[in-house]
């Protein structure tokens, strides 16, 4: 393929106008019967960057060019330009034609309307060459087009191809990654019957049910991956772990330092939050961060007495009083005090275990397992989300180190209540230390806590 001069190409680049001809040195796609080797290997490392993760972080609003500029990869679609005397920084998706549009739910190979047989041959290379790439290297079957089909379309389900639970754990044992897209004749919606153990997924319309390991080999071997028996060992542990042998215990003084620290954590469970807690270190432990709930709180384990591991926490506070702020309770006057299960550190899939004790024993528990939504909280009378605050007779400056805490985490001098903002103080860090109070050490504050500190 011929390329433009040095003094053409500074032209082209200074002038950015649509005046500077390409065509008489770029005689291609439109005016070839067939693609030269030069273009159908532009055209397939660009097919290579769209299903990559680079072009995942591309900018939506700007093109990514092939190397000779014939393609462009735009918001997931691969284009052509129809002509090549534009300038790509006039970039009008007017001007160009769609090869490959790329999609959630969908992947369609385009046959757009053509004027001569030249231009029907060049589409149709094209597509031969995207099939040969979907089925060499994506592992994914393509379908022949009906001759009256204005477009010609390899269409992957729009079904789950694995559920989010379940990805969370085969994350953490897997290497390989599952592919963007899945043929309808190929596996889908991989998920774990929790009651059988079993793993299931959809083929070819039927529902497959299998022991988990052999059925996590089947799956991603139909997709082209393959596992290591350890890779297989692993998933099977952890997907397999009984939660019948985990019981709830209610700990206190020292047991809160041990049941906060990872050393504690079964970690053949998908803990989630728990596992990713920022309290869950050596430096809290040396530090001696959590005196103030040996001292005013109790801790909700879900705890295996074989093993003495948990994979489950929540910290309980009783006594809490309600201040009157927020949307009535009809069940709470002012002044009334109750107890409180404060977030739940745990995976989703154990949350229904602590949330049934805190109705059962009287706990208002928070709406939402977060560090955030603090003045939300389910009623245990009523079963009504509420919005209410609390305060907790609690001075924070009286303690060397403390916590970051999720819900009541500002106060005074007499007291921390669930109101951001509130008093000149807020336990909002990670080393232990106070945004403010009467230590002046106390004044840097951690604002690269994530989510999961508590």
């Known amino acids: 393929m011929a390329k433009l001069s040095q003094e053409l190409r500074r032209k082209y680049e200074e002038n950015g106008s649509i005046n500077v001809c390409m065509l008489d040195e770029r005689k291609t796609l439109f005016d070839y019967k067939i693609l030269t080797k030069a273009i159908k290997d532009e055209y397939l490392d660009l097919l290579k960057f769209a299903f990559s993760g680079a072009a995942d972080k591309t900018n939506w609003s700007q093109p990514y060019y092939s190397s000779n500029h014939h393609f462009a990869f735009f918001q997931d679609e691969i284009v052509v330009f129809s002509s090549f005397g534009g ?44 099939n040969s790439f979907i089925e060499s290297k994506l592992g994914f079957p393509t379908r022949t087009p009906r001759s009256q089909d204005m477009m010609y379309n390899t269409h992957y389900n729009k079904h789950i191809v694995i ?6 754990v085969l994350d953490k044992c897997f290497s390989i990654g599952i592919k963007r897209f899945t043929f309808p004749g190929n596996p889908n919606f991989l998920r774990l019957d929790k009651e059988s153990g079993y793993i299931n997924y959809e083929l070819r319309g039927r529902q497959i049910k299998m022991k988990t390991g052999k059925g996590l080999k089947k799956f991603f071997k139909i997709h082209g991956q393959k596992l290591t028996d350890e890779e297989v ?88 009083e309600y201040i009157g702020r927020g949307d009535e309770d009809e069940s709470l006057k002012k002044g009334d005090t109750v107890d409180i299960m404060d977030r739940i550190y745990s995976s989703e899939s154990v949350y229904s275990i602590f949330k049934d004790w ?24 009523t079963g009504d989300e509420v919005e209410l605050e609390f305060s907790l007779d609690i001075n924070l400056n009286d303690y060397e180190n ?30 232990g230390i106070l945004e403010g109070g009467d230590n002046e050490d106390r004044d840097d504050y951690d604002e690269d806590c994530d989510e999961d500190c508590y």
């Open 358 to 381: 805190a109705t059962e024993n009287n706990y208002y528990r928070k709406r939402y397992q977060s560090y955030n939504n603090e003045t939300l909280w389910r009623s245990p009378r």
């Open 87 to 130: 300038h790509r920084l006039q970039f009008n998706k007017t001007s160009t034609e769609h090869i490959l549009r790329i999609s959630p739910s969908s992947l369609t190979v385009m046959r757009l309307m053509y004027k001569t047989e030249k231009e029907a041959e060049m589409w149709n290379k094209l597509r031969d060459i995207t």
């Open 163 to 168: 559920d989010d639970d379940l990805r969370r």
């Open 233 to 320: 060992k692993d998933a099977s542990n952890r997907l397999n772990a009984d939660v019948s042998d985990f019981k709830l215990k209610i700990v206190s003084g020292k047991d809160i330092d041990k049941y906060y620290h990872y050393k504690s954590y079964d970690d053949a469970f998908d803990t989630n939050s728990l596992g990713n807690s920022c309290m869950r270190g050596d430096d809290a432990q040396d530090g001696d961060f959590f005196q103030v709930y040996k001292e005013h709180a109790s801790m909700l384990i879900l705890h295996n007495e074989d093993t003495d591991l948990i994979i489950g926490r929540a910290i309980l506070w009783n006594g809490a």
């Open 402 to 431: 403390v916590p970051y805490m999720d819900t009541f985490a500002w106060g005074d001098g007499d007291v921390v209540i669930n109101e951001e903002g509130y008093g000149w103080y807020a336990a909002r860090s990670t080393e």
